[in-house]
């Protein structure tokens, strides 16, 4: 009767460690593999980051690497916030430009394609620019099947 009461709460323990892991993972933060080099060297195939999925509209910032639903692509994309609501964005001669000045987070020529980032773009509310740090390898806003990213898509902030 002892082995089976121990047995019995080690069960509740486990069971309750469970729950909670659950409950924080599904609220608050999460664990999520990067898969594939666009985020590189920032971030690296396989490396595991931290998702932070307690946020309002106000809590995403340029600069900031989120990871969000892509329906088209049928995939969840880990990309930097190059562009917020109200700003405009373009590519031009390779160089991305934010509100008409060359933006910080890539050099001057960076981009061969810029798809649909080659004539300006003024983003309504809700609305963002996502790029890859490894431009050559990210499939990002410059594309048709991601396009412009929606508040409503976005799961979280990566946690640095």
Known sequence: MKKYLIYLRNLIIVFVIFAVAFFISRNYYQLMLIQGASMEPTYHNMQMV???????????????????????????LVKRVVAIPGQSVEIQDGTLFVNGVPSSYYERGAFEYAGNLDSEIVLGDEEYIVIGDNVDESKDSRYDEVGVVRFQDIRGKIVH
Do not use: P
């Open 50 to 76: 931290v998702l932070d999925k307690n946020f309002s509209e106000e809590d995403i910032m340029q600069g900031d690497v989120i990871a969000f639903k892509c329906d088209k692509l049928d995939a969840v």
